[in-house]
């Protein structure tokens, strides 16, 4: 669906640019966002890597480990339906983690792993299940202490001064992480009302008291 809306928006400008007669107006503007895209990437390149760097150094001193024993209350609350010892759990840890150092490069791989094991766990193979909906609005909106990414870009288009984001991107992560709590508890108290109750297995000695 996404591809089919990029498409048509593609289409729409180039028949506008072509009926005002700005074709190379448009064929320039694709090949210097073309351009600038690759050097964003490039700038990119070196940040990522130092952080990805921290990140390794932080699970090897242990201070992942730590983080996630923070969180292991909080995310326990949060996947009641999840095993504490289950698979799905270090890698739901992981991804939080992750996020909170703000390396969505390195929270994506433990996200998915955390939806693959809790796609096992899920009844309904073709719906997804209250944990993995409660996992995916928690890694979109996650609370990020610094945000490296954005950073990044700042720092390749020469911002005067690139971490002053910090403050409000923790701000507005928090704010977005709290509604998303808040949307998942009233989404699964919703669902948990409508699920009507199943009734007993019936037993040939439930029976015959019956009669």
């Given at each position: ?41 490039f ?24 983080i996630?024993r ?91 001064n ?6 409000s ?9 709290a509604?998303?709590?808040?949307a ?11 699920t ?15 009669r």
């Open positions: 669906m996404v591809n089919k809306i990029w498409l048509a928006l593609i289409l729409i400008g180039f028949s506008f640019a072509a009926a005002k007669g700005e074709i190379g107006t448009v064929t320039q503007a694709a090949f210097d966002g073309a351009a600038t895209g690759v050097t964003v990437c700038g990119l390149i070196s940040v990522l890597v130092f952080w990805l760097g921290i990140m390794r150094l932080a699970e090897d001193s242990g201070l992942v480990k730590a996630s923070l969180l292991g209350p909080v995310v326990a609350y949060l996947f009641p339906d999840v095993p504490k010892n289950h698979p799905a759990m270090g890698y739901i840890l992981s991804n939080m983690s992750a996020n909170l150092l703000g390396l969505g490069n390195a929270a994506t791989p433990m996200g998915i792993r955390a939806m693959q094991e809790l796609q096992q766990l899920n009844p309904d193979k073709e719906t997804a299940s209250p944990a993995m909906c409660t996992l995916l609005a928690l890694n979109t909106a996650s609370i990020t202490l610094i945000p490296t990414t954005l950073i990044a870009i700042r720092i390749n288009f020469q911002s005067a690139p971490a002053e984001i910090v403050g991107t923790l701000l507005a992560t928090a704010i977005a992480t509604a998303a709590i808040v998942d508890r009233w989404y699964r108290r919703r669902s948990l009302r409508r009507p109750p199943q009734a007993p297995p019936t037993t040939p000695s439930a029976t015959l008291l019956e």
